[in-house]
């Protein structure tokens, strides 16, 4: 499956942004779906994942950032409000096969897009 993100951009902190991944080449709602990011000098983490109608997020991210899914679309997007400087970083869509943990075994990627939250 090919991934295609997109939405990454500056913005001021408390501000919003909204992610979008488009993917293709595969039966879309097989899969899970992930948004991770990789801050500079960091190691790469999960920050939400979608299988079926269950999500996942990371404990920083929580009552902040909604992931959700258009089956039909074949789109996953990342709604991020209440934005932090700590969320800088870039975001990466992922896809993995819907069986196993929502929070790890993910095996597609997409390019990156950088998000840029100033203070």
């Known amino acids: 499956v090919q991934l295609q993100a997109s939405g990454g951009g500056l913005v001021q902190a408390g501000g919003s942004l909204r992610l979008s991944c488009a993917a293709s080449g595969g039966t879309f709602s097989r899969y899970k779906m992930g948004w991770f990011r990789q801050a500079p000098g960091k190691e790469r983490e999960i920050v939400a994942g979608?299988?079926?109608?269950?999500?996942y997020y990371i404990d920083s991210v929580k009552g902040r950032f909604t992931i959700s899914r258009d089956n039909v679309k074949n789109m996953v997007y990342l709604q991020m409000n209440s934005l932090k400087p700590e969320d800088t970083a870039i975001y990466y869509c992922s896809a993995g096969w819907i069986a196993g943990p929502i929070d790890a075994d993910y095996s597609y990627w997409g390019q990156g897009t950088q998000v840029t939250v100033s203070s």
């Open positions: 979608m299988r079926s109608t269950l999500t």
